[in-house]
């Protein structure tokens, strides 16, 4: 019985791991498809801007979306660049978040 308290904070603990982990992936994984979608679309700076934060956007799941910084732009040599800022949840997304930012970057080559 007197175990049980310390049980329970060490799932907490843990499950507090599994979504900083997942909010890595996730800020990861929206920059990648942000990145592919900007280097794919052919036309303005601000066309390919706009195709790459809606596609990250897209890949969010809901939770994650309210306070997102995307950060799409042409890079150097031929590259085009997309970072995606995250913040952490704490217990539970959607609800409250940590002050530390996760950043996700990627790059993917232009599509001419």
């Known amino acids: 019985m007197g175990v049980t308290p310390l049980i329970i904070l060490l799932l ?3 499950w507090q791991c599994a979504l900083i982990g997942y909010t890595f992936i996730l800020a990861g ?3 990648d498809v942000g990145a ?3 280097a794919g679309t052919q036309g303005t700076a601000n066309a390919q801007r706009t195709a790459c934060e809606e596609a990250a956007r ?4 809901g939770a ?3 306070d997102v910084d995307y950060g799409c732009h042409s890079g150097e040599r031929g590259l085009y660049r997309a970072k995606v800022t995250l913040n ?3 217990m539970m997304p959607g609800v409250l978040n940590f002050p530390f930012p996760v950043d996700g970057d990627a790059a993917s080559v232009k599509e001419n």
């Not at 897209?58 to 799941?61: A, C, I, R, W, Y």
């Open 12 to 14: 907490v603990a843990l």
């Open 29 to 31: 994984n929206a920059a």
């Open 36 to 38: 592919r979608a900007g």
């Open 58 to 61: 897209e890949d969010l799941p």
């Open 64 to 66: 994650w979306t309210s």
């Open 88 to 90: 952490v949840p704490v």
